[in-house]
């Protein structure tokens, strides 16, 4: 995730199918699938092993 938050355009792939394109803040606002994965990286962040 952190290699394509600076990326201009995201595709979101689902099954061989673009699910979702946009730029990153775009896609996070739009609560998608993009959003999710970014959401589950920040949470892994803080996990201490």
Not at 24 to 39: D, R, T, V
């Amino acid at each position: 995730m952190r290699t394509v938050s600076g990326a201009d355009k995201i595709v979101v792939l689902k099954n061989g199918i673009v699910a979702e394109q946009g730029s990153p803040a775009e896609l996070i606002k739009s609560g998608g699938i993009y959003c999710h994965m970014a959401e589950i990286q920040k949470q892994s962040e803080s996990w201490n092993m």
